[in-house]
């Protein structure tokens, strides 16, 4: 099954101190939230990933803000099971072909999209989704590139997440809103497990 089809919304986690990791994971998985990317942002992040793949076997786990070769490598050796990344140039999507799990390439016009398409790729990242143009834009786009599918991300809210999925070239919308950084702070699981819920239940 596609990455996009699993589940409505992708949950993007900063997490800065890796103990938080598996409670954030199971707390996410719990409220219906199955694929979590955690984003190569922070010093924490590559344990967080190799900690969640080890004890939250439900939780399909990926790594976000994939900049460079190095990353891909470093990613997959933690147990990412996908890759997402905020653009794409030649030699990143090189890496990530390379990396041998699926990934999500991040791309704003419609000249980026050809040029993954060139390469056979169908699904990517639209970011960042509301500052590049948001849902007219991605509207605009279904017209000449109606193969192509994507998870917009940046700027999405629970309120604003039925409209992306609504249209039919989105699979599922990407966000940091599911895990705000007080909840985390407070190990607040239960309040993250409730967001969750409610945005699993978009679909
Ligand atoms: O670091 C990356 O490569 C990213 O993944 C960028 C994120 O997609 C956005 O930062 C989403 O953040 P919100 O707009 O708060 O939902």
């Known amino acids: 099954m596609s990455l996009l089809d699993i589940a409505p919304v992708i949950p993007v986690v900063v997490i800065d101190d890796p103990e938080t990791a598996v409670p954030l994971a199971r707390a996410l998985v719990a409220g219906g939230l199955p694929v979590i990317e955690v984003t190569l942002r922070t010093a924490g ?8 793949a080890a004890e939250v076997p439900e939780a399909v786990i990926g790594a976000g803000t994939i900049r460079t070769g190095a990353d891909v490598t470093a ?3 933690a147990g990412a099971r996908f890759l997402v990344s905020p653009g794409s140039t030649p ?6 072909e390379g990396g041998g799990v699926p990934f999500l390439p991040g791309v704003a016009t419609a000249s980026e999209v050809l040029a993954l ?10 970011f960042p989704a509301e500052a590049a143009g948001g ?4 509207k ?3 017209g000449p590139l109606a193969d192509v599918r994507f998870c917009p991300t940046g700027g999405i809210r629970l309120a604003t997440a039925p409209d992306y999925l609504a249209l039919p070239n989105v699979g599922c ?6 895990t705000p ?3 985390l702070a407070e190990g607040d699981y239960a309040r993250i497990e409730k967001l969750a819920s409610e945005a699993a239940a978009l679909r």
């Open 91 to 96: 030699a990143l999507l090189d890496a990530m």
């Open 117 to 126: 398409a060139e390469r056979g790729l169908t699904e990517m990242k639209f």
């Open 135 to 138: 849902l007219p834009y991605l």
């Open 75 to 77: 990613a997959v050796a």
């Open 173 to 178: 919308v990407g966000g940091t809103w599911l």
């Open 181 to 183: 950084a007080d909840a």
């Open 45 to 52: 992040a590559l344990e967080a990933v190799e900690r969640i």
């Open 140 to 142: 605009s786009l279904a």
